[in-house]
T-cell receptor
Framework: ETGVTQSPTHLIKTRGQQVTLRCSSQ?????VSWYQQALGQGPQFIFQ???????GRGNFPPRFSGLQFPNYSSELNVNALELDDSALYLC???????????????????FGPGTRLTVL | GESVGLHLPTLSVQEGDNSIINCAYS??????FIWYKQESGKGPQFIID?????DKRQGQRVTVLLNKTVKHLSLQIAATQPGDSAVYFC??????????????FGGGTRVLVKP
C-alpha cells in the first residue's frame, strides 16, 4: 500500500452531470497529480498541484478542475460529463523536495488505487 | 477486479526465465524515465527510474537500459515470478520550469508468468 487513498472507488453518472473525486496523499507529500486512464491505455496527465496551486496541466478542457487543501488532500472536479470521461482516475503524490528518504527516488510518485468513473 | 489492459501487447514468460519489456519514447528532451507495474484493481507502482545521463541502472531483480540514440528503453526482470504478472508502463518526464513531475506514459505491456 502506498498510503494514498481515493474515494469513491466506483461511481456511475449520466451525461451532463458533475462529479467530484477525492484524494488523500501520503503524509508529508505536498505535490499531487491527477491522471486519467482509459481502459487498455496508459495514464494521461490531467494536472498537478503544489502547495495548493495548480502548477502544470495536460491536454484536458477547463471542465476538468481541481483543488488542493492545506493538508495537501486534493479534489478533481469534472463538469458536464461526457461518455468519453469514463475511465479510471488516479491520484499520485510525491515526497516534499529534499525530504525523500535514503534509498528512495526523487522521481518516485505514489499512486492511489483510483476511482472508476462510468458515464452513461 | 480492474481490467487494466484488454488490448495490450502481451509477453508470456515461463516462471524463472528472464523477461524483457521494451518501450519507445518520443521526446529527446526528457530528463528521466520511470517504469511502473500495475496489477489488476490497483494504481501503478514505481519500479525503477533512470536519468537521461545514464544508460543502465540496476535494482532488485530489475535492470533498466536506456538508448538515447534510438529513443528506446527496456526493463529486464530476472527470474520472473508469478507475482510479476501485471501490466508494465514506461513513462518519460519532460522538464518544465515549475517544480513537479508531468509524466507521459506509454501504452503498456501485459506480462503473463506461466508456472
Amino acid at each position: 500500500e502506498t498510503g494514498v487513498t481515493q474515494s469513491p472507488t466506483h461511481l456511475i453518472k449520466t451525461r451532463g452531470q458533475q462529479v467530484t473525486l477525492r484524494c488523500s496523499s501520503q503524509s508529508g507529500h505536498n505535490t499531487v497529480s491527477w491522471y486519467q486512464q482509459a481502459l487498455g491505455q496508459g495514464p494521461q496527465f490531467i494536472f498537478q498541484y503544489y502547495r495548493e496551486e495548480e502548477n502544470g496541466r495536460g491536454n484536458f478542457p477547463p471542465r476538468f478542475s481541481g483543488l488542493q487543501f492545506p493538508n495537501y488532500s486534493s479534489e478533481l472536479n469534472v463538469n458536464a460529463l461526457e461518455l468519453d470521461d469514463s475511465a479510471l482516475y488516479l491520484c499520485a503524490s510525491r515526497p516534499n523536495l529534499g525530504l525523500a528518504g535514503e534509498g528512495s527516488s526523487y522521481n518516485e510518485q505514489f499512486f492511489g488505487p483510483g476511482t472508476r468513473l462510468t458515464v452513461l | 477486479g480492474e481490467s487494466v489492459g484488454l488490448h495490450l501487447p502481451t509477453l508470456s514468460v515461463q516462471e524463472g526465465d528472464n523477461s524483457i519489456i521494451n518501450c519507445a519514447y518520443s521526446n529527446s528532451a526528457s530528463d528521466y524515465f520511470i517504469w511502473y507495474k500495475q496489477e489488476s484493481g490497483k494504481g501503478p507502482q514505481f519500479i525503477i527510474d533512470i536519468r537521461s545521463n545514464m544508460d543502465k541502472r540496476q535494482g532488485q531483480r530489475v535492470t533498466v537500459l536506456l538508448n538515447k540514440t534510438v529513443k528506446h528503453l527496456s526493463l529486464q526482470i530476472a527470474a520472473t515470478q508469478p507475482g510479476d504478472s501485471a501490466v508494465y508502463f514506461c513513462a518519460e518526464n519532460i522538464p518544465r520550469k515549475a517544480a513537479g513531475n508531468k509524466l507521459t506514459f506509454g501504452g503498456g505491456t501485459r506480462v503473463l508468468v506461466k508456472p
